[in-house]
């Protein structure tokens, strides 16, 4: 199969998208480049303009090259020759199984989990109520009639749309005024509102092998500039601290992994996933699972294969293998 990075996407998350697909072609040279535009359309991406874009957190990436055509004509040209998908993708329709469900149904060969596994997950909702039935501990919901009466009960909340990723959107809930800045926020999209937990923040990676065992990564440590591991501090920010292996007390960090397992496993999540959590004095609260987790040189999982002594290049042909192995299956099922 011809190897693809399908990259960017029309998500907001297409700047991390770049980022990632930078990362991705240093050591998959060979690959071929799709760039999935804010127009819309796929164009034949060259890797001297992607790796020439030295500003991708913060600029969308110059449109050139080859147009290829929308989405389901630059599927359709995969499927026609036998490419498989390395996904670079992030947020919105390449996360939310919309895609994962137009490659599947032209039997196109794809990296990351299938289209009901990213649907479960990309909504925070849907994934508490799954990831709770397997014993992972979540935080309460608080409905938008119920917010003032929380704020009063518990002093501080956190607002997070549902279906959102790198941090966009957050809202720390600490005065009236950010209260009302929630519900404001609500009227927009969807939109999840829990008590603020307090407690250090950590991510921990599942990885499928090729023998389809599950194995759990070092959990990651994150002590955020300002306190807040909002979209700023992830990618912008230079005082933002990120630990692997983290620096919990022994039973915390297997505890992570053993909740991050269940999680991947609850989803039905394939190849990798990195969920992250919140390590109270009460003990973990899951946040949630990311099916297409960042893979920059400043993100997490990436941090997480290094310590665990995985070559970054062999986690991508690994993932490639299965998913092309995947594409098989499901064609001999058919």
Not at 151 to 175: N, Q
Not at 217 to 232: H, N, Q, T
Request: glycine share 8%; proline share 5%.
């Amino acid at each position: 199969m011809r190897t693809t990075i399908l990259f960017g996407g029309p998500s907001r998350e297409r700047l991390v998208a770049v980022a990632s697909a930078q990362s991705l072609i240093r050591v998959l040279p060979e690959a071929e480049l799709w760039f999935w535009a804010p127009d819309g359309q796929v164009y034949a991406a060259s890797q001297a303009v992607l790796l020439g874009h030295d500003r991708p957190f913060e600029l969308d990436l110059p449109t050139e090259g080859a147009p290829i055509g929308d989405i389901e004509t630059a599927l359709d040209v995969a499927a026609r020759e036998d490419r498989v998908l390395l996904l670079g993708l992030h947020g919105g329709f390449a996360e939310d199984g919309s895609l994962q469900t137009l490659c599947e149904a032209r039997g196109v060969a794809f990296t990351g989990s299938g289209s009901h596994a990213s649907w479960l997950a990309f909504s925070k909702t849907r994934a508490k109520d799954e990831v709770e039935k397997a014993g992972v501990s979540v935080p309460q919901n608080i409905g938008l009639d119920e917010a003032e009466a929380a704020f009063a009960k518990y002093g501080r909340l956190i607002a997070k749309p549902s279906e959102d990723g790198s941090s966009y959107g957050l809202i720390f809930v600490d005065t009236p005024a950010d209260l009302e800045a929630a519900r404001k926020a609500a009227t927009e999209q969807a939109y999840v509102i829990e008590p603020f937990v307090q407690g250090l923040e950590a991510t921990c990676g599942v990885l499928e092998l090729a023998s389809g065992e599950l194995i759990a990564l070092p959990p990651v440590e994150i002590r955020p500039s300002a306190g807040k591991f909002d979209y700023k501090s992830k990618y912008l920010a230079k005082d933002t601290v990120e630990i692997c292996p983290a620096t919990f007390a022994p039973e915390i960090n297997a505890a992570l992994q053993n909740q991050a397992l269940k999680a991947h496993k609850a989803l039905g999540c394939r190849g990798y996933s990195r969920s992250d959590f919140i390590v109270s004095e009460h003990g973990l609260v899951y946040l949630e699972t990311n099916t297409l987790p960042g893979l920059t040189a400043s993100s997490l999982y990436p941090k997480a294969l290094k310590a665990q002594g995985i070559d970054f290049g062999d986690f991508l042909r690994g993932q490639l293998a299965l998913a092309e192995v995947r594409a098989r299956q499901a064609e001999t099922a058919a």
